[in-house]
């Protein structure tokens, strides 16, 4: 079993900042990619960042400059700083993780975190 847990959603005015963290635990070997995505209400997924083990990070154009994905391998977390934040934001993020199982590699999600930004 696998459990991802994301946590530090909430409710936050425009121009606020919320840091999210993403916990994975479970029978695995290892995280190896790990991302962070959103999906607004009426809207698809969309990605957001991805870090590889060693720290390599990927972020979409769009999500450039205000947000930061980072990792502490120690922990298996990974979090999305988001600063200056606009109603634009107001989402459910999710985590995403490719870990090394038994029968090779395999994805999982968390269940979500509701982020809030209101005007």
């Known amino acids: 079993q696998v459990q991802v847990v994301e946590s530090g959603g909430g409710s936050v005015q425009a121009g606020g900042s919320l840091r999210l963290s993403c916990a994975v635990s479970g029978n695995f070997f290892s995280v190896n990619a790990m991302g962070w995505y959103r999906q607004a209400h009426g809207k698809q997924r969309e990605l957001i960042a991805t870090i590889r083990k060693d720290g390599t990070t990927n972020y979409v154009d769009s999500m450039k400059g205000r947000f930061t994905i980072s990792r502490d391998n120690a922990k298996n977390t990974v979090y999305l700083q988001m600063n200056s934040l606009t109603p634009e934001d107001t989402a459910v993020y999710y985590c995403?993780?490719?870990?090394?199982?038994?029968?090779?590699?395999?994805?999982?999600w968390g269940q979500g975190t509701q982020v809030t930004v209101s005007s």
């Open positions: 995403a993780v490719r870990l090394d199982r038994l029968l090779g590699e395999e994805g999982f």
